[in-house]
């Protein structure tokens, strides 16, 4: 019955009064979760003058008082921050991969690749399965259930 009122009405509320071709404002909340779920931890994060500003603005407490387990890093000065930049980059690639190619695209790139790919492949997912196995809030994922099926067919694959 809702569903059939509502396509009386000419409104879209989720989607009224938005910037045009802005599907996402800002990224403040993927740093600040990360803040705010491992507060014992310290972070590094790189650089970021549109994200840091917002970060520091948001004057996050807990127990009463401001969590400052995070710093923002040249990453020219910092070799962690480089290498979590290639890491991210790796893993970027991986999610892309999963979702620009249907099953069937991605069953032939397995069946082409060599033994040592394959090799890369499984060690890649094993990292990512021990990660999630130690604690699940390490990995953040924002994907539709299709993309988990590729995965868990890649991961059955190799």
């Given at each position: 019955m809702l569903l059939n009122k509502s396509k009386e009405t000419r409104n879209l509320v989720f989607i009224m009064d938005e910037k045009t071709h802005h599907l996402i404002e800002n990224f403040a909340h993927f740093y600040s979760r990360t803040i705010y779920l491992f507060i014992n931890s310290k972070h590094f994060f790189d650089?970021?003058?549109?994200?840091?500003?917002?970060?520091n603005d948001l004057n996050m407490t807990y127990q009463g008082a401001k969590l400052e387990n995070f710093s923002f890093v040249?990453?020219?000065?910092?070799?962690?921050i480089q290498l979590s930049d290639i890491i991210i980059g790796l893993i970027g690639k991986f999610y892309n991969f999963i979702n620009e190619n249907n099953i069937e695209t991605i069953k032939e790139k397995l069946e082409n690749l060599n033994e040592i790919s394959k090799e890369t492949l499984r060690l890649f997912n094993t990292i990512l399965e021990e990660s999630e196995r130690k604690n699940k809030s390490y990995i953040f994922l924002l994907i539709s259930n299709d993309e988990?099926?590729?995965?868990?067919?890649?991961?059955?694959?190799?």
């Amino acid at each position: 019955m809702l569903l059939n009122k509502s396509k009386e009405t000419r409104n879209l509320v989720f989607i009224m009064d938005e910037k045009t071709h802005h599907l996402i404002e800002n990224f403040a909340h993927f740093y600040s979760r990360t803040i705010y779920l491992f507060i014992n931890s310290k972070h590094f994060f790189d650089k970021e003058d549109s994200i840091e500003p917002l970060i520091n603005d948001l004057n996050m407490t807990y127990q009463g008082a401001k969590l400052e387990n995070f710093s923002f890093v040249d990453s020219k000065n910092n070799l962690y921050i480089q290498l979590s930049d290639i890491i991210i980059g790796l893993i970027g690639k991986f999610y892309n991969f999963i979702n620009e190619n249907n099953i069937e695209t991605i069953k032939e790139k397995l069946e082409n690749l060599n033994e040592i790919s394959k090799e890369t492949l499984r060690l890649f997912n094993t990292i990512l399965e021990e990660s999630e196995r130690k604690n699940k809030s390490y990995i953040f994922l924002l994907i539709s259930n299709d993309e988990i099926e590729k995965i868990n067919f890649i991961n059955n694959s190799i």
